[in-house]
């Protein structure tokens, strides 16, 4: 209504039921709408994204390779902090059996780390085939090898 109390049909732009694409255009041609446009787009959207993840595989082993070097690099600090306390948990030559020692926890003998434990938390058993390759022992003492050269 306007100010006069005349009633004023609704503009056909804010109607919600109008759909232009229902409807014949004056020329008899069918256009699609700005809504159906965008969904079109926002599909190829997500099947692109889809079709990218599975061309980024190469990425996924860099992670990976990351994600070892980390994990010994964290066994490496925290063996020689062990080592340095004078805890027993090298298996001479054996760096699978070393880790897990490492793992369940090993506890300091002397110094002012005396009577604390030394465990890895955040790596899983599982985790050390990877994160071993980049461990070195050199003369009883575990070494961090960023080649990963070792065997």
């Known amino acids: 209504m306007d100010i006069y109390g005349n009633y004023k049909p609704v503009p056909r732009l804010l109607r919600l039921s109008y759909l232009p694409s229902s409807r014949l255009r004056n020329d008899g041609s069918r256009a699609f709408s700005?809504?159906?446009?965008?969904?079109?787009?926002?599909?190829?959207?997500?099947?692109?994204s889809v079709a990218l993840g599975w061309y980024g595989s190469p990425h996924g082993e860099a992670m990976e390779k990351v994600v070892n070097?980390?994990?010994a690099q964290e066994i490496v600090s925290l063996g020689v902090c062990a080592t340095m306390s004078g805890a027993e948990f090298v298996v001479k030559n054996d760096k699978q059996a070393t880790a897990v020692n490492l793992i369940v926890g090993t506890v300091g003998q002397y110094g002012s780390w005396k009577g604390k434990l030394f465990r890895l938390t955040n790596i899983r058993p599982t985790d050390l085939p990877g994160a071993l390759t980049f461990v070195k022992f050199d003369a009883g003492l575990l070494l961090y090898d960023p080649a990963g050269n070792q065997p």
């Open 34 to 48: 700005l809504l159906e446009v965008l969904t079109i787009i926002c599909l190829i959207g997500i099947l692109s």
């Open 69 to 71: 070097q980390r994990n």
